[in-house]
Structure formats: structure tokens, C-alpha cells
């Protein structure tokens, strides 16, 4: 039986963007395009990748994967950015709310749905946010996390693979997500072959940038066409990455720009907590 599927929808994107914009030539290593089973990095990247300037410090690009039917958003975000502040985005209903919903002062430029949840009861957290010291949703040590400090040169990531304590207690701010895919520039293979809508980040090997990389399943009801872990390992190390993880993607995925939704499946669960990052 076909699955079913709903008419073409018409997305509407950032009417405008800076007109600034760089390149990088994808960078992966031979073996890793040839694995069984997943695309290879031709097929998940482009010959190079196009960055358009959202403002200072962040950094857009956009690829479609023509033979899923699927797209991803990648935004790039400068950690020494001084004005930039990332801080996490809590629903103040039980219920969740979508990532562009969350109640705050200042508007995001980027705000991504990041920590697992008990869909049962959203309002339970399953794993670590902290912020600036303060825990707001206590660790969950088999699952991994991003861990930022405060230095004055600005932000310096790190991904953790466990949510323990001792490593926790050393970042100022942490936020949950599920299983780290990448590591000193080795994919983990160790996954299931599960294809969905995928939400996560990256670090460079400075650990000066942030890559937050978020797909849908295209045209998908039951989100059932998408990217496995190891591919967006693989498209994360492309674009220059030696550390990534996944935040809880499949129908929790959600990427707001502006305040717009950009990406998300088309059923999608409202989320107890998001990140979140401001310039103002």
C-alpha cells in the first residue's frame, strides 16, 4: 500500500538575506564516502559549500539531497562573537510549545529544539540544561551533551558523551541531547539504519565554531525518510567538524530562523526546551 503523502507545500523562507556570502570546499577523507548502506559525501554534500552571512557571526547554507527528496539547514555561528549569548528557552506550558513559540524578550536569530522528553508527560526533561551555573533539568548520564564556558575570548564548546557529573560541573552552561556521532574526526557507525527528520551540532577542531545542522523527511507523514546518524556525521565532518552529536530530531525537529520555522517535519510535537542564541 503507498504510504500516504500530502499535496506539494509551498515553504516560505528568509525573504532576505545579507548579501555577503563565502565558500568551503568539503573536507572528508576517501574512506568515508564509501560506506555500505549510507549515501556517500557526494550525494550529502555539495562540491562546496555556500555560506550567506545572516548577520555577523552566523552563517547560512542550504542543500537539498535530490535522491531522498529531502533538504537540510546548516547555520554556522562564530563563538568569539562578542555579542553573542546563548541561552536555553524553557516552555512555560506543560503542553510544550513549537521552537519559534518559546516566550522571551529579545528575538533569536537561531533556536533549535535540543533535549529529549518524555512525551507522556512534556513538561520531564530527560537530560541536562544549565544555565550560567543554574541546572535546570538534572543529567541523564547515557546520553550525551553540549557543554559551553564562559571565557573572555568568548564561548568554547566541548561534546560530552556521558551526562555525568564531574563532567558536567566543569562548563557553565550544558545542554542533553541523545548519542555523540562524531569523534576526533571518527564517525560512530555503531547505529541502527533509521532514516528521519535529524536535528544536532558540530565543533570545529578550534572549537571557535558551531555548526547547527537540522533536516526534515520531505514529503513524509510518518517521518520515515530522512538521514541516519552516521550521515550527518559525515556531513558535519565535510564541513570541517571533528566533534558532533544529535540532539532528539524525528518528529521533535524543529530549526527557527527569526522567529520562522525552516525546517520541521510535517506532524510535529511541541518541546519542553530549546537553545537558543541571541546578538542583542
Avoid at 234 to 247: H, N, P, S, V
Amino acid at each position: 500500500m503507498t504510504r500516504p503523502r500530502v499535496p506539494f507545500l509551498v515553504l516560505l523562507f528568509l525573504t532576505a538575506l545579507s548579501l555577503f556570502s563565502c565558500a568551503s570546499t568539503a573536507t572528508v577523507k576517501e574512506q568515508d564516502s564509501v560506506v555500505p548502506q549510507y549515501l556517500s559525501v557526494e550525494e550529502l554534500c555539495p562540491p562546496e559549500f555556500e555560506w550567506t552571512m545572516l548577520e555577523p557571526g552566523f552563517f547560512q547554507t542550504t542543500f537539498k539531497i535530490k535522491s531522498l527528496g529531502i533538504k537540510y539547514i546548516c547555520v554556522k555561528i562564530d563563538l568569539k562573537n562578542p555579542a553573542l549569548k546563548i541561552r536555553p528557552g524553557i516552555a512555560t506550558s506543560k503542553k510544550g510549545a513549537r521552537v519559534n513559540k518559546f516566550a522571551h524578550k529579545q528575538k533569536p536569530v537561531l533556536s533549535v529544539n535540543t533535549t529529549p522528553f518524555d512525551v507522556k508527560n512534556y513538561a520531564n526533561i530527560v537530560g541536562i540544561v544549565k544555565s550560567e551555573g543554574q541546572i535546570l533539568s538534572k543529567a541523564a548520564e547515557s546520553y550525551c551533551a553540549l557543554g559551553l564556558k564562559n571565557t573572555p575570548e568568548g564561548y568554547q564548546a566541548e561534546i560530552l558523551n556521558k551526562q555525568t557529573q564531574d563532567a558536567i560541573e566543569q562548563f557553565d552552561s550544558a545542554y542533553g541531547g541523545f548519542f555523540q556521532i562524531l569523534h576526533n574526526g571518527q564517525i560512530n557507525y555503531d547505529f541502527t539504519l533509521t532514516r528521519r527528520s535529524r536535528s544536532g551540532c558540530g565543533i570545529s577542531s578550534d572549537k571557535t565554531e558551531l555548526y547547527i545542522l537540522v533536516s526534515n523527511s520531505g514529503m513524509e507523514l510518518r517521518d520515515q525518510n530522512g538521514l541516519t546518524y552516521p550521515e550527518c556525521a559525515l556531513i558535519l565532518k565535510a564541513m570541517g567538524c571533528t566533534e558532533g552529536m544529535q540532539f532528539d530530531g524525528g518528529h521533535s525537529t524543529g530549526l527557527s530562523i527569526y522567529n520562522r520555522q525552516v525546517i520541521r517535519p510535517i506532524i510535529q510535537r511541541k518541546v519542553p526546551a530549546v537553545i537558543e542564541f541571541f546578538t542583542n
